[in-house]
Nanobody
Framework: QVQLVESGGGSVLAGGSLRLSCAAS????????MAWFRQAPGKEREAVAVIYNGGGSLYYADSVQGRFTISQDDAKNTVYLQMNNLKPEDTAMYYCATGMTYGGTWSRESEYTSWGQGTQVTVSS
């Protein structure tokens, strides 16, 4: 079992920035990647970004490419999501997740076995 705790959400104006953090504890050897998902009201949860252990591979959703950066501190078992140039459509609950995935499956929610409680991000225009 892996426990995930997110932090760093909040309310910002469009064009602003936020940095989310997700700290993992427990059986941290049971996953090969950490990812961020988000879910806006009335919409399905969608993948945002993933980083594989060691930081060798990163993938982003097209909607955040160039604005969001995922990074990892292996020593702290923590993953970060730096979000710049935020837009109102980025408003959502953001979730951290871990699992055993491979490049072609990183965006599939079903591939992830542990989830955090979520942190709210609200962007106003």
């Amino acid at each position: 079992q892996v426990q995930l705790v997110e932090s760093g959400g909040g309310s910002v104006l469009a064009g602003g920035s936020l940095r989310l953090s997700c700290a993992a504890s427990g059986y941290t050897y049971t996953y090969n990647c950490m990812a961020w998902f988000r879910q806006a009201p009335g919409k399905e949860r969608e993948a945002v970004a993933v980083i594989y252990n060691g930081g060798g591979s990163l993938y982003y959703a097209d909607s955040v490419q160039g604005r969001f950066t995922i990074s990892q501190d292996d020593a702290k078992n923590t993953v970060y999501l730096q979000m710049n140039n935020l837009k109102p459509e980025d408003t959502a609950m953001y979730y951290c997740a871990t699992g055993m995935t491979y490049g072609g499956t990183w965006s599939r929610e079903s591939e992830y076995t542990s989830w955090g409680q979520g942190t709210q991000v609200t962007v106003s225009s």
